[in-house]
């Protein structure tokens, strides 16, 4: 069966890894961003689309059939509804990337039953195109990865040393479910991806100084207990099997191709 023609909307960090993917998988596939000859430089020229919500003049940059993932925040309500009624038709495919943050941190376990929280402008956006175009959302963790490695938050100060509860997944893990939920997700279904292991930042912290030597950072009061996300849904209904699901193993991976590139060569 002949793949629809794929459009990343939306270039950043896991559009672009994205892009890689659904081409390496034979897509025929683009990628869009706002200033797409600043940002997406490392994709072919021919690949790349002129795409903002902002602005109505580019929501025509591609045909209405093609199947779409849209990766930045589906909002204000008002554009999204304004730019699906420009289309044609719906995309044949829609997968929408959203937020865990949808969620109350009450320390709780969170799974797709949970009504998100529709004052937040993009869970308005996300809810509009599930229930009229079918969109199936994926409500993302704390994404790392290569580039955003969860070791150097710690070593630049940007993570406190708190029993506030974090979940989080890896940039490939979040290609992988999003490819497996363009391919077979029923339409109109959400899912919640996480490598299924909430740990406590002070935890994450003190593994840290143990195995990489890692000052631990002072000791702060968490303004909430944070959240627990259920991934059982992607790993049942989808059959998807995590690459990294082991923070630890992940975080020394990591640490592992940055030595690699630290070393000096001698070719």
């Not at 000859?37 to 689309?49: E, F, K, N, P, V």
């Not at 949970?114 to 004052?119: E, L, R, V």
């Not at 940007?158 to 940039?171: A, D, E, G, W």
């Not at 002072?218 to 049942?236: C, F, Q, S, V």
């Amino acid at each position: 069966m002949a793949q629809n023609p794929l459009v990343i909307l939306g270039g950043g960090y896991t559009g672009k890894a994205l892009y890689k993917r659904a081409t390496a998988e034979g897509y025929q596939v683009w990628c869009t961003s706002r200033q797409p000859d600043l940002h997406l430089t490392g994709i072919a020229s021919q690949h790349r689309l002129h795409f903002d919500l902002n602005h109505p003049e580019t929501w025509k940059a591609f045909p209405s059939d093609t199947s779409i993932i849209w990766c930045f925040p589906a909002c204000p309500l008002d554009l999204v509804k304004r730019f699906m009624a420009t289309r044609t038709q719906n995309p044949a495919r829609l997968v929408v990337l959203g937020s865990t943050s949808a969620y109350p941190a009450q320390g709780m376990m969170i799974q797709e039953q949970w009504k998100p929280n529709f004052a937040l402008p993009r869970v308005q956006g996300e809810e509009y195109l599930r229930t009229t175009a079918g969109a199936i959302i994926i409500r993302l963790a704390g994404i790392y990865g290569p580039g955003r490695n969860v070791l150097d938050w710690i070593r630049k100060g940007k993570i406190r040393n708190t029993p506030r509860l974090v979940n989080l997944v890896h940039v490939e893990d979040v290609v992988g479910i999003s490819m497996k939920a363009l391919a077979k997700a029923p339409a109109g279904s959400t899912y919640l991806a996480s490598d299924g292991t909430p740990r406590a930042w002070s935890t994450i912290c003190h593994y840290a100084k143990q195995k990489w030597g890692i000052p631990i950072p002072p000791e702060t009061k968490a303004p909430d207990p944070g959240k627990r996300i259920d991934n059982h849904k992607i790993l049942e209904e989808l059959h998807y099997y995590f690459r990294f699901p082991d923070l630890y193993t992940a975080l020394d991976h990591l640490e592992t191709q940055q030595c690699d590139k630290d070393e000096p060569s001698f070719s």
